[in-house]
């Protein structure tokens, strides 16, 4: 019997493509893994600045200052996707009345040119009619402020009764545009945090508790 001498490469000898094809994909698979470790192995959890019993607490104090103040009218909440989703469920879950939820999602990037400023552009916009009814806005951090005034922008064209935010946090030292947020859990510094829906990189958001991201690079 003939003694098989090389492995084939089955359908890549009928088509050398493939077999190019097959290469650059294990290549961006390792390239992407690679970049991926990089990223991981220069950022850490730190410091924690708040801790899973400390938003709790907020959390509800919060919800009744909410329950207060919209008592006996029709509240309409627009959570900023993602960064608000875990602020915005918990939240939701206090409130003793019934309230309509809606989400809006928001890109803010620099623009093109160099003397281009950042530009906000409305991803998913909301589907609820807000005409005459009172809206609060929920995000996760109010930070340049930039995502939160182009919302308000866009939700004021609705023609809402009122407009309100709630943030989580809120970090006052990097504010570039003048906006106040209504109601706030936390006050923080100037540094990057995540967990509690907050990023980086699109994880940690499932954190139970606010801390520093430390940059180890
Ligand atoms: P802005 O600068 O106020 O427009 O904030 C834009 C968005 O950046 C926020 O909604 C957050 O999703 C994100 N962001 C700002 N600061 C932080 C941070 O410290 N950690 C994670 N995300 C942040
Ligand atoms: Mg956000």
Request: overall charge positive; some cysteine; glycine content about 4%.
């Amino acid at each position: 019997m003939q003694k098989k001498k090389s492995r084939s490469r089955g359908r890549f000898e009928t088509c050398p493509y493939a077999y190019k094809r097959h290469n650059y994909l294990v290549f961006r698979f390792f390239l992407v893994f690679f970049v991926s470790a990089v990223n991981f192995m220069n950022n850490s959890i730190g410091e924690v600045l708040i801790t899973e019993a400390e938003i709790k607490q907020k959390v509800s104090e919060l919800a009744k200052r909410l329950a207060a103040d919209y008592e006996h009218k029709e509240l309409t909440i627009i959570g900023v996707l993602n960064g608000s989703l875990i602020f915005l469920s918990d939240l939701i879950r206090h409130i003793p009345f019934p309230v309509k939820i809606d989400t809006i999602r928001a890109n803010t990037y620099k623009g093109a040119s160099a003397i281009s400023k950042t530009e906000t552009d409305i991803i998913n916009n909301i589907s609820l009619n807000i005409k005459d009814e009172h809206v609060l806005i929920v995000d996760d951090i109010l930070d340049t402020g930039k995502t939160l005034s182009r919302i308000v922008q866009v939700i004021r064209g609705h023609n809402p009764l009122s407009i309100k935010i709630c943030v989580l946090l809120n970090k006052e030292a990097r504010r570039e545009i003048e906006i106040v947020p209504d109601y706030c859990c936390f006050e923080i510094e100037n540094k990057f945090v995540v967990g509690y829906g907050l990023d980086f990189d699109n994880k940690y958001r499932n954190l139970p508790y606010v801390a520093v991201l430390e940059d180890n690079g």
